[in-house]
């Protein structure tokens, strides 16, 4: 069985060889580690939530965002600052555990679901310097108790509680975008379905005795419609390519980093983008995020929305399902899994 990245890291003075990047990869760890070319300004716009309904000015900077970064810091979101606290708090206790402990989560080897590192599909995939605790959270009924810690004792509450907060704000996101491009504020939801689908993903990045040579997340686009991310309130890592460069996203206090994933990119038809993104790790602080990945519900086929397809801009995205299986297998072989889309 493997070990978790973070029980390697309390004990080596150097990554082993499968973390380690090579040369030759195109927006690997060393395509980049120039500094110069990660700009770490205040460039990702910062959105105001309690504006969306009033503010003309606050949807059009929320369209330009989505269609130019395709990522955006939310403030007035809505969520409680200390109940975001609660949220952190539960996922720092859980890596805290032993290891033991942690291990009745542990998910099964060609699952995603529960406690553990990334599947491995090939002998020469690069390892991400990471563990994940990866849960389904909506619907309901669709979840698989067995991974879901009892340890801390409050787990399971605070992380419901959360996916019902998140769906809601998802609601919010997908009519704002909707009217930013003057369409039918449901026109995205609709595609949905009955319910919404909520993966929540639990980032633990331990320190790394050679940082440079590893990543935290090799570069990939969300299989998403829309990702929230609550990052870690102080040790920054995400970076996105924008126009062939690496944007650093700062954290900003109490906000939600959204972004948009594929399949709305696919429902947009094109016009919001998905960026390509990627986590750095540091020698020194260990990093912890969480990002809820919110679609539609399973086996729904989604395409461009009808009121986005005319002469002047034809349909760029076939109709497709976004299963797990076809998300993880492109990014497992470095690929993204949009490209598969287009027509
Ligand atoms: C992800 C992701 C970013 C981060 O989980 O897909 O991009 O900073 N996370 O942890
Ligand atoms: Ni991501």
New binding site residues.
Partial sequence: MMKQTQDIAENCDQPPERYIHKQDEEYGANNVGNAAHVITAAAIPVIDFSLLNSSPSELVKLKSAATTLGCFQAINHGIESSFLEEVREISKLFFKLPADEKKKCLKEENDVQGYGNETVFSDNQTLDWTDRLYLTVLPQHQRRLQFWPQNPTHFRKVLNEYSFKIESLNVVVLKALARSLNLEEDCFMNQYGKTSKINA?F?YYPPCPLPEKVL??KP?G?GSAI?F?L?DKEVE??QLLKDDEWVGVPVVSNALTINIGDQMEIMSNGIFKSPL?R?FVNSKNERM?L?MFCMPQTEKNIGPVDGLITDETPRLYKDITFTLDFMHKNYQQGRRAINACKI
Wanted: aromatic share 0%.
């Fill in positions: 993903r980032n935290g997340l990939h969300d990702t991310l990052q890592g995400l993104h986590v995020t990002a």
